[in-house]
């Protein structure tokens, strides 16, 4: 059974709307991130969550926002979408938030941006 | 500012072979975690190995192991008795212990032929 689940596995959407993608873990983590990777960069951090609360935030654009309505669960809204934020985007998760500890990601949401 | 480097972009063996595959890594940090980890043609992005910065002796798990040269700020991977289903790209990571982000390199892409 999978233990990392994203949603959708796949998204569409037209510039100017807003999307949220969909992240549950059930390893039992607590500390959640999300990553993208685009064509034209490697994996990139964009936020991470430890007991639901945001740690560190690697993304200039307030447009990308995080949600965590239970601890397993962190969400990424993306507001005023542009074609530019086309990539695939993971989510992660570890035991406990730290450098120390590794983690494991899911299988991503990949977002194209008409 | 921590920068991951893998200067090979595609290395193509023949299956049963050992491959050894390079990274180097720029810290100012004197404590950190190097990891390994394998992005499938599904996308799905595997973790491999790690290796912490502290330890002398080199990570070994199934047939991945590491070359961990802290002098010259290199963690090669070397994969023994390829086989076809090592074929994939791999993402050399490092994360400095006073942070939980974690830095990719651009990826290596490993094809193990017949």
């Known amino acids: 059974d999978p233990k990392i689940i994203q949603k959708p596995k796949y998204l569409v959407a037209v510039t100017g709307s807003e999307k949220i993608l969909i992240c549950e873990q059930y390893?039992?983590?607590?500390?959640m991130y999300w990553y993208r990777q685009s064509a034209k960069k490697p994996l990139e951090f964009m936020f991470s969550?430890?007991?639901?609360?945001?740690?560190d935030n690697q993304t200039a654009s307030s447009r990308f926002q995080p949600q965590s309505s239970k601890k397993n669960h962190l969400d990424l809204q993306i507001t005023a979408l542009k074609p530019d934020d086309s990539a695939t985007y993971f989510c992660?998760?570890?035991?406990?938030?730290?450098?120390?500890?590794?983690?494991?990601f899911g299988p991503g949401t990949r977002l194209l941006v008409l | 500012a921590q920068k991951v480097t893998q200067t090979q972009t595609s290395i193509s063996v023949v299956e049963k072979t050992t491959v050894t595959m390079d990274c180097v890594y720029e810290?100012?940090?004197?404590?950190?975690?190097l990891f390994w980890y394998k992005q499938t043609a599904s996308g799905e992005i595997v973790f491999l190995i790690r290796?912490?910065?502290?330890?002398?002796e080199n990570a070994t798990v199934g047939h991945y192991s590491l070359n961990f040269q802290k002098p010259k700020s290199s963690i090669g991977l070397i994969i023994t008795a390829t086989q076809i289903e090592d074929s994939a790209v791999y993402f050399c990571?490092?994360?400095?212990?006073?942070?939980?982000?974690?830095?990719f390199g651009t990826g290596t892409r490993l094809q193990v032929l017949p």
């Open positions: 390893l039992g983590h607590n500390a």
């Open positions: 810290t100012r940090d004197s404590s950190y975690f």
């Open positions: 290796q912490d910065s502290y330890k002398k």
């Open positions: 992660a998760s570890s035991q406990v938030q730290g450098a120390q500890d590794t983690q494991y």
């Open positions: 969550y430890s007991y639901q609360k945001l740690m």
């Open positions: 990571a490092m994360s400095p212990s006073n942070t939980n982000k974690v830095v």
